[in-house]
Every structure is written in structure tokens, then in C-alpha cells.
């Protein structure tokens, strides 16, 4: 249990270009969604967590109007990368915790991923 | 100061050996502990999760806490060259969006056949 569907996988485009990336829930609700960044060879960076039927929560330095995020039912969230540069290409990673647990122990559980290469 | 902090490695281990992997953590306020794997090119996965001090124990995986200490461990036992892979260590933070993890920058660890 617990799968979390991220979409598309892979996406190469021009500088300029806006790119949607989807993450869903496919076996659960999920209340809240975190999207995460990844440059080669470097831990996870934490950009948004995004919260269902309101506003995001963006961590410092990270741009909202650049990275508009959407989380408008309990299983999905999109991530748009807004008029992107060569200089946003990275691996985009969301997550996404079990909406029904109690505890505040839950595990966050990952999509598989979204290489963004901007040309 | 990192939050979480990892030895970066590379760790290379012999086939059948122990992998040890350390994680400490600078907030006393961390109520949730978290190891995952991630292989090259690909998301993270969850391999142990541990809340309570002490160890825990999962199949080949266990997980040691030591909250006075401030430290994490993952202990790989009969390591296989499958388990090639950079292991993240992950704090759950206190307060606001408590389920927020704060990641170390990872273990790359190599099992040599």
C-alpha cells in the first residue's frame, strides 16, 4: 500500500517553457504533499509542503510564483515550473503521508520522480 | 551547523560484512527517525523508521536510537551487493507541520562482491 504516482518522468524542453508535474496518491488521501529537489549528487532539499484546500507553505529562498503548486483534492498535487531556465534542471521528488494516521510518526512515502532538463 | 548530518562516505564493504551507517542531529525537539535508500536516478524508499531509544530490528536492517546521544544508526547485516545504494538518514521535526523531514545528505555505500 501506500503508492505514490508522479508524472511525468522525464521531461526535456526549451528555456522559456512551463512544465506541470503531477503526483497522486493512489491508494490513500493524502491531506498533505511535500515537494522536493534534488541536484546531482546532493540530498534532498525541501521546497513546498503543500496542504489540501489551501495555500502552500514555501520553505525560504524558494520562489512561489516560480514554483506554483496546486493541491486541489486529497490525492492530488501539481508542481509548475513556471518560464524555466537552464538553471532549474534538477530531480523534482514529491511525497506524500496517509492522511487517516494519527500520529505524527507516519512515514513519507515517494514518488518516483521527475528529471526536469531545461535546454 | 546541518540539522542532520551523514557521513558522506563512500563506505565500501566486503560481501556478507556489517555496513554501518551514522546520522546525528542537532534539534532535541527530532520525535521521529528515518532511513531510507536511494539507488542512482531514482526517489527515495523507506528501509526502517525508528521513535522510541534503542534498537530495532527489521530482517538484515536495525535501527538505533539514542535521543541523550543525538545520534542514529543503521546496521546492515550479511551486506549484499544489492544494497549498493546512498542511504539517507531523516529527522521528523516538532511543532507546525510535524511531519516535515529534515534529510542528511546521505551515505553512499558500496557492498563489494
Known amino acids: 500500500g501506500a503508492v505514490v504516482s508522479q508524472h511525468p518522468s522525464r521531461v526535456i524542453c526549451k528555456s522559456g517553457t512551463s512544465v506541470k508535474i503531477e503526483c497522486r496518491s493512489l491508494d490513500f488521501q493524502a491531506t498533505t504533499m511535500f515537494w522536493y529537489r534534488q541536484f546531482p549528487k546532493q540530498s534532498l532539499m525541501l521546497m513546498a509542503t503543500s496542504n489540501e484546500g489551501s495555500k502552500a507553505t514555501y520553505e525560504q529562498g524558494v520562489e512561489k510564483d516560480k514554483f506554483l503548486i496546486n493541491h486541489a483534492s486529497l490525492t492530488l498535487s501539481t508542481l509548475t515550473v513556471t518560464s524555466a531556465h537552464p538553471e532549474d534542471s534538477s530531480f523534482y521528488i514529491c511525497?506524500?503521508?496517509?492522511?487517516?494516521?494519527?500520529?505524527?510518526?507516519?512515514?513519507?512515502?515517494f514518488g518516483d520522480g521527475t528529471r526536469l532538463s531545461i535546454l | 551547523q546541518k540539522e542532520v548530518e551523514q557521513n558522506s562516505g563512500p563506505l565500501s564493504v566486503p560481501e556478507g560484512a556489517i555496513a554501518s551507517l551514522n546520522c546525528t542531529y542537532s534539534?532535541?525537539?527530532?520525535?521521529?527517525f528515518f532511513w531510507y535508500r536511494q539507488y542512482s536516478g531514482k526517489s527515495p524508499e523507506l528501509i526502517m523508521s525508528i521513535y522510541s531509544n534503542g534498537d530495532k530490528e527489521d530482517g538484515r536492517f536495525t535501527a538505533q536510537l539514542n535521543k541523550a546521544s543525538q545520534y542514529v544508526s543503521l546496521l546492515i547485516r550479511d551486506s549484499q551487493p544489492s544494497d549498493s545504494a546512498t542511504y539517507l538518514c531523516?529527522?521528523?521535526?516538532?511543532?507546525?507541520?510535524?511531519?516535515?523531514?529534515?534529510f542528511g545528505s546521505g551515505t553512499q555505500l558500496t557492498v563489494l562482491p
Open positions: 534539534d532535541r525537539g527530532s520525535q521521529s
Open positions: 531523516a529527522g521528523g521535526r516538532r511543532g507546525g507541520s510535524a511531519r516535515q523531514l529534515t
Open positions: 511525497s506524500a503521508i496517509v492522511s487517516s494516521a494519527h500520529s505524527s510518526n507516519q512515514p513519507q512515502h
